[in-house]
C-alpha cells in the first residue's frame, strides 16, 4: 500500500511538552497510561491543551520509542508561528525511507 510522508517546518511559540516522565505525572497521565487502549485520559489532556490555547503538544509515542507533535493549527496566535510542507517522501514499506528522510 503505498503511502505519503509529509516532511513539515513548523515555527511554535506555544508548545506543551510532556516528553518526560515527570511532565508526564504533572498532567495526570503516566508511560503506561499513554499505551492504554483506553485513551480517554490522554485525549482530556489534549483538550485541555488546545482549550488553553497552546498551538501543540509534544508527547510520548504510544506505537513506537518516538516522540510525537500534535499540532492545533486554529490555535496559531503568534505572527512568529507556520506549518509549512517542506518535502513529501512516497514509500510503501520501510526499507524505502531508509536513507531517504531529510
Known amino acids: 500500500m503505498p503511502r505519503v510522508l509529509c ?3 513548523v ?3 506555544r508548545v506543551l511538552d510532556i516528553t518526560s516522565p515527570d511532565a508526564l505525572t504533572k498532567v495526570g497521565l503516566s ?3 499513554i499505551g492504554d487502549p483506553n485513551r480517554a ?3 482530556a489532556v489534549g483538550e485541555a491543551a488546545y482549550r488553553l490555547g497552546f498551538e501543540g503538544i509534544l508527547a510520548p509515542s ?3 520509542d518516538g ?3 500534535a499540532i492545533y493549527p486554529l490555535n496559531l496566535a503568534s505572527p512568529l508561528s507556520s ?3 517542506a518535502g513529501a517522501i512516497s514509500w510503501a514499506t520501510i526499507k524505502d525511507l531508509r536513507g531517504n528522510l531529510p
Do not use: P
Request: hydrophobic share 50%.
Open 31 to 33: 508511560t503506561e497510561s
Open 41 to 43: 485520559s490522554c485525549q
Open 7 to 9: 516532511v513539515l517546518k
Open 83 to 85: 506549518i509549512a510542507q
Open 11 to 13: 515555527e511554535l511559540i
Open 67 to 69: 516522540i510525537n507533535l
Open 62 to 64: 504510544a506505537a513506537s
